[in-house]
């Protein structure tokens, strides 16, 4: 008798088996209910099962499921005009893949093709995918050794150069005309909620144009108005060459983009770029509901209130450090590990995440969280906080 297929043992789960979903809510099997504070790494941007994703989904499968961009495809015309209305002014062209790590690869492909060059300038904490490429790139130490134990991956790392983060002198100093790509998350998601100031993503804009090098914003987790608009680089008044997304582009399908100059474009022809999925008319459905509906809902703007008002609260609870981020995607540093607390909201019934920093609480809440849901999280997280102290 055959044994069973199993999962590689590749995942830390919690001791919960999803049932069903809506808002920002999660139910089990038993029928207790979670609230989810970490939207399934940033992706439940409209929470889940928001109505509007749910009926484009159901009316897109029963019309045509999938054919590849050989095709011209309805949904995918009307995303395009979706994006157009919120992309920044200067990225003109779009090219859709199926996950953030590809959307860092083709927007690195494009950069090496533009300048001619190879070597790419990234950032201490930094991290963009768990392809090879992606990988070698990371500024977070036990990523970057998976890829560069491998012959392909030194290969790759002889052509990298890392720069500290926030430093708008040594980005100055390090990119130079070797340089093809400068590829820099606004928000490092993973590294703890850190942002980068406006500083230093002008010193990266300004050495870009001065070096004739590409300037990728990768904002995989940070973009689709979870930091108060597409791009939260762009909000802080910098304008990339390339735009990076993914996670919370369609609400939970796969899906990424490219977005990119005309500049950057320049000569491209037929099969320089592709990806079979890469657009395909479910997810490209919905994501133009849920990029329509967090629009026309006002998240964008909302996501900053309630960033702000969730910072303020924490900052002075009990064992709060500081509270790092932009929007809803935070940060909060404890004077204590966290898992232990994460594990305590668990057992209270609240989901949130950890980061690279082990004493870094990540918040990723979908941003159409309300008045309510935002006090149940204080109050709980309060209550931790009070009863993980009292038992030191």
């Known amino acids: 008798m055959l044994s069973p297929l199993m999962e590689m043992p590749v995942y830390s789960r919690w001791p919960l088996e999803v049932a069903r979903a809506e808002g920002s809510y999660l139910w089990d099997r038993g029928g207790r209910r979670y609230l989810d504070f970490y939207a399934g790494h940033a992706v439940a941007g409209s929470g889940h099962c928001h109505p509007r994703v749910v009926a484009a989904i159901r009316e897109q499968a029963e019309k045509l499921i999938f054919y590849s961009s050989a095709l011209r495809s309805e949904p995918r015309e009307r995303l395009l005009r979706v994006l157009g209305t919120l992309t920044p002014p200067g990225l003109t062209r779009a090219f859709f893949v ?3 790590a590809e959307a860092n690869e ?10 001619g060059r190879s070597r790419v ?7 963009h995918g768990r392809t090879l490429a992606t990988l070698v790139l990371a500024g977070l130490r036990p990523y970057r050794a998976s890829a560069l134990a491998s012959a392909a991956g030194e290969a790759l790392g002889a052509f990298t150069r890392r720069l500290p983060w926030n430093d708008a002198a040594a980005a100055r100093a390090g990119i130079d005309e070797e340089v093809a790509a400068v590829i820099v998350e606004p928000v490092q998601g993973l590294a703890g909620a850190r942002v980068a100031s406006p500083e230093f993503l002008q010193a990266l ?3 870009c144009d001065a070096a004739g090098a590409v300037l990728i914003f990768d904002e995989v987790q940070s973009g689709c108005l979870r930091c108060g608009g597409l791009s939260a680089g762009v909000e802080m008044g910098v304008q990339p060459d390339l735009l990076t997304l993914a996670k919370g582009i369609a609400a939970g399908l796969p899906l990424g983009a490219v977005l990119a100059t005309t500049a950057v474009c320049d000569g491209l022809s037929t099969g320089d770029l592709g990806s079979t999925f890469g657009g395909a008319p479910i997810p490209c459905a919905a994501a133009a509901a849920n990029l329509a509906a967090l629009a026309e809902e006002g998240r964008a703007r909302r996501a900053l209130e309630h960033g702000r008002r969730l910072a303020d609260a924490m900052a002075v609870m009990p064992g709060v450090v500081g509270v790092e981020g932009r929007g809803l995607l935070m940060g909060v540093r404890l004077d204590r590990p966290v898992r232990p607390v994460i594990r305590a909201l668990f057992a209270s019934g609240v989901l949130t995440g950890t980061s690279a920093d082990p004493d870094v609480l990540r918040l990723l809440p979908p941003l159409v969280i309300d008045d309510s849901e935002i006090e149940l999280f204080l109050r709980t997280l309060k209550e931790v906080l009070e009863s993980s102290r009292e038992g030191q």
């Open 98 to 100: 199926n996950s953030g």
């Open 205 to 207: 804009r300004e050495a």
């Open 121 to 127: 300038v990234c950032f201490e904490g930094a991290f």
């Open 106 to 115: 083709q927007a690195l492909a494009l950069a090496r093709r533009r300048t």
